[in-house]
């Protein structure tokens, strides 16, 4: 891959990784009625947690930490589970406000 690639992915991902932490942080604070709380500061973390995974999950196995590597894989799909569940969450919440399907 050559550099100008691997910024645009770079720079696509980092994008998706703020607009998911904002849209945790902006649900759990409307949930918890605008008090901030350990679960508003708590949901964009999860994100950034299972975006730093894959990073992980790399430098592990090249120092040859083969069991923490491991350990880091199987716990990336069920972060990512998380997340895309939590986005899902979002995403109805938004529609049943907006009166959709009322």
Same mark, same amino acid.
């Given at each position: 891959?050559?550099?100008?690639?691997?910024?645009?992915?770079?720079?696509?991902?980092?994008?998706?990784?703020?607009?998911?932490?904002?849209?945790?942080?902006?649900m759990?604070l409307?949930?918890?009625?605008?008090? *901030?709380?350990?679960?508003?500061? &708590? =949901?964009?973390?999860?994100? @950034?947690?299972?975006?730093?995974?894959? /990073?992980?999950?790399?430098?592990?196995?090249?120092?040859?930490?083969?069991?923490q590597?491991?350990?880091?894989?199987?716990?990336?799909?069920?972060a990512? *589970?998380?997340?895309?569940?939590? &986005? =899902?969450?979002?995403?109805? @919440?938004?529609?049943?406000?907006?009166? /959709?399907?009322?």
């Amino acid at each position: 891959m050559n550099k100008t690639f691997k910024l645009v992915l770079f720079l696509l991902s980092a994008v998706c990784v703020v607009l998911e932490c904002v849209g945790a942080y902006e649900m759990v604070l409307k949930q918890e009625g605008g008090q *901030l709380s350990y679960l508003v500061i &708590a =949901a964009p973390l999860a994100a @950034l947690y299972c975006a730093l995974i894959p /990073a992980a999950i790399v430098h592990c196995w090249r120092q040859k930490c083969r069991t923490q590597a491991g350990m880091w894989a199987v716990s990336w799909p069920l972060a990512l *589970l998380l997340i895309f569940f939590a &986005a =899902a969450e979002r995403v109805q @919440l938004t529609i049943f406000s907006f009166g /959709a399907f009322q």
